[in-house]
């Protein structure tokens, strides 16, 4: 009797196996497959950044034009050249030459014809630089353009004729440069031609002449 119960139990219990193995099975077959690679990788749309750089040359030509107030003689156009060679990412040598014809000083305007000023008011410079890349670093022309960014400083020394004289000229200033590609640049550029003068008084003084410019440029 009792073997008889103990084989209606075992029966059941196999029954019962099978029948929640079958179905474990059935909802695994149902169940959607795992994918994690739309877990961990989204695919996500990469931005594209066409970002100017400098390939590997060291030397930038280009010609400005801009404005140079002369100490006493008012703003006059200026246009001229200047030449960079880079020494390293951080240094460069900056040769400029420039020319503005200045136009009626104070002493003119109040004595028309005054005779001690030369007829010759072409203001003529060049010098030579050493420029420092103080702040390196980028722009944005849209979300997907970039374009490198330099701020400088240059100090140097050269030589202005102005009113029949050659002065020795101290010079030094700031700028901003821009890469538009790997070849072409645009610069803004602001300094300082200091150098010493006896117009108006008679007396040696130190006069500051201020320049602001725009600059083109080529690398080769």
């Given at each position: 009797?009792?073997?008889?119960?103990?084989?209606?139990?075992?029966?059941?219990?196999?029954?019962?196996?099978?029948?929640?193995?079958?179905?474990?099975q059935?909802a695994?077959?149902?169940?959607?497959?795992?994918?994690?690679?739309?877990?961990?990788d989204?695919?996500?749309?990469?931005?594209?950044?066409?970002?100017?750089?400098?390939?590997?040359e060291?030397?930038?030509?280009?010609?400005?034009?801009?404005?140079?107030?002369?100490?006493?003689?008012?703003?006059?156009?200026?246009y001229?050249?200047?030449?960079?060679?880079?020494?390293?990412?951080?240094?460069?040598?900056?040769?400029?030459?420039?020319?503005?014809?200045?136009?009626?000083?104070?002493?003119e305007?109040?004595?028309?014809?005054?005779?001690?000023?030369?007829?010759?008011?072409?203001?003529q410079?060049?010098?030579?630089?050493?420029?420092?890349?103080?702040?390196?670093?980028?722009?944005?022309?849209?979300?997907?353009?970039?374009?490198?960014?330099?701020?400088?400083?240059?100090?140097?020394?050269?030589?202005?004729?102005?009113?029949?004289?050659?002065?020795?000229?101290?010079?030094?200033?700031?700028?901003?440069?821009a890469?538009?590609?790997?070849?072409?640049?645009?610069?803004?550029?602001?300094?300082?031609?200091?150098?010493?003068?006896?117009?108006?008084?008679?007396?040696?003084?130190?006069?500051?002449?201020?320049?602001?410019?725009?600059?083109?440029?080529?690398?080769?």
């Amino acid at each position: 009797m009792d073997n008889w119960i103990q084989r209606i139990f075992l029966n059941i219990a196999l029954i019962a196996s099978i029948a929640v193995f079958g179905f474990v099975q059935a909802a695994e077959e149902k169940a959607p497959a795992n994918e994690p690679n739309k877990i961990y990788d989204p695919e996500l749309e990469r931005q594209q950044i066409n970002e100017a750089l400098i390939d590997d040359e060291d030397f930038e030509v280009g010609v400005f034009f801009g404005s140079l107030a002369i100490e006493d003689f008012g703003a006059s156009e200026l246009y001229g050249i200047r030449f960079n060679y880079f020494i390293n990412e951080d240094f460069f040598l900056q040769a400029s030459a420039g020319s503005a014809k200045a136009g009626l000083s104070s002493a003119e305007e109040l004595f028309p014809g005054n005779a001690v000023i030369s007829n010759d008011k072409d203001f003529q410079y060049y010098d030579i630089n050493l420029g420092w890349n103080i702040l390196p670093g980028e722009a944005f022309w849209r979300d997907d353009v970039a374009i490198n960014t330099s701020f400088y400083f240059v100090i140097g020394a050269g030589n202005t004729s102005f009113l029949d004289n050659k002065e020795f000229t101290f010079v030094y200033g700031a700028g901003y440069r821009a890469l538009i590609n790997d070849w072409l640049a645009f610069s803004v550029d602001t300094r300082n031609h200091q150098f010493n003068t006896e117009y108006p008084v008679g007396e040696v003084k130190a006069t500051h002449n201020l320049e602001f410019s725009f600059s083109l440029s080529v690398f080769f």
